[in-house]
């Protein structure tokens, strides 16, 4: 998952960092945006406006009712301010909701792009897909941010002015009472900013705790009831479920507090404005009409700050949203991509030139890494769990480059060809395959767009496939199901066979299926495998004893460089960790047989 900031900022203005860097992502819709916020401004005026006529007009018909041409031009200032004002409040809706599908868009496109471009190197551990799902979905809580937000917040600091600038036009001096205020009102959420983040962070982090323990509870049902584990699970529903109950209450405590403050500072303003102007009007410093139109206006100077209210209450969940999707955009990228570049004869030949590499710096694993293979030999990658064996596979694709010394395809360092072209030419076929969703056809289509239907037919049936999918109803067009649950382990592999035969490599590295296969699906595999592999050169990470002894030479690593090489009957003659490494596997093997 995307990291959640492990210690939540300690100020308002830290919290709003993130989100106001996102704010570049309005762009090119900057026009759009100043439309909104200026509508937003016109409706908060014209309600303004609204309120200030109708109070008039209630204390020039109070004070002189016989002046009945000034209250008729003063209500139909009143009616054009209300039709404005909704005019305008449409228009800022529309507007805002707008601007904010279209920046999200690009927020989105933007992070797609990035994932491409740091997975599967930058994000470490962490899985595409729990990335990528999660940062689109904190895009989507930042809707809100963009379609409310952000001219509110333009508004509760401009808005209040001008009506205070308003008010000491009428009243003079008092009007600084409303803009203390007005300062105090915005100052209760800033100031709680940082508590009400951290009181974000903790609900998060225990309704994260309780959807793990419920997702085990339901994935883990069966070894939970037999080991005797049933009880304790469930207490560990309750104590979760206790816990954020306690953390949403503490919440809901600080939030309420909030909003008793921002009325108590109202009331207080409006009852010390009140008596300022009384005192005022006996004094005969201000016009007793004006009194009414005054205090309407005061509650005019609120309105905009108390919008941007919900806004600082949901500042700490924006601001964690936008600082896990810049985590991903600011990501660097795992290899710089070559556009353009060398070409050099298609041949197939490889070379490790001295290759270090590490995921982690300090952590080598890769020490020195030489080796060469010749155009059309095929080679067995062996060497322990861990020892490095899919890291010089991704090294091959330029997943990864290397720290130093050289990886060479053809004589070009894989660093000065085309990217694009180096993986059209290297075919990886991974230990599961991924299948996507939709059919046959469309999974052939993504290795090769161009492929003609009997060009598929030929891929399918040089991988041992052609006859499945013929017996299928849907033939080429037959559902696959997501991820390509409907089709078994050894046929997901011979689809990415026929992918590769599509795409006509002239390097293919296989991670060898490690698990069982049932004696057809083996075999089927075994002669889709060996077909692809004639006249290419073949790089296979090799679980099997069958085919490390299939291989023209195998490659057995050890500590990040290769220990020895050479024919697998040489090295079970004169190594002795080789013969044991092979040992075990053979037991495993022996073991999976027996099992099923
Ligand atoms: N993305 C990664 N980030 C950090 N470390 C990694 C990453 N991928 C692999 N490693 C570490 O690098 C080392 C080599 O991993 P690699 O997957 O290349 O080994 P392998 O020989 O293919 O293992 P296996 O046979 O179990 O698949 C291991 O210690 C592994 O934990």
Sequence with gaps: MPTEPSATPASSAALLRPVLRLLGAIGEDRAMFWRSTASMGAYQLFAAAAAGLSAATAALVATDPGATGTATLLLIGLAVAVAANGLFTWAESWLSHVLAYRVLDRLRLRLHDAIERITPGGLKRRRAGEVSGAAMADIESLEWFFAHTVGAGLNAAVGPLLVVAALAVLTGPAALIPLAGVACLLAVPWLMGPLQARQGKRVRDELGELKAASLEGAEGLREMLSLGLAERQKRRMLETTARVQRRKRAAALRAGAESALADLIVAATTLAYVLALAAAVRAGDLDAALFPAAIVLLGAAFAPAAGIFPMFQRLGEMSAAAARVLDVLDAPPAVAETRGGADPERRGAVRFEAVEFAYDPGTPVLKGLDFALAPGEHAALVGASGAGKSTIAHLLVRFWDPVSGRVLLDGADLRDVDTAALRARVALIPQQPYVFRGTVRSNLEIAAPAATEAAMWRALESAQ????????????????????????????????????????PDLLVMDEAAAHLDGLGEQALA????????GR???????????????????FIEDGRIADEGAHEDLLERNADYRSLLAQADRAETAESAAT
């Design 527 to 534: 002669a889709a495998v060996a077909e692809i592999q004639a």
């Design 537 to 555: 050169t073949t790089l296979v990470i090799a679980h099997r004893i069958s085919t490390i002894r299939h291989a023209d030479r195998v490659l």
């Design 465 to 504: 496939l052609a006859g499945t999918v013929r017996d299928w109803p849907g033939g080429l067009d037959e559902p696959v199901g997501e991820g390509g649950a409907t089709l078994s382990g050894g046929q997901r592999q011979r689809l990415a066979i026929a992918q590769a035969f599509l795409r006509e």
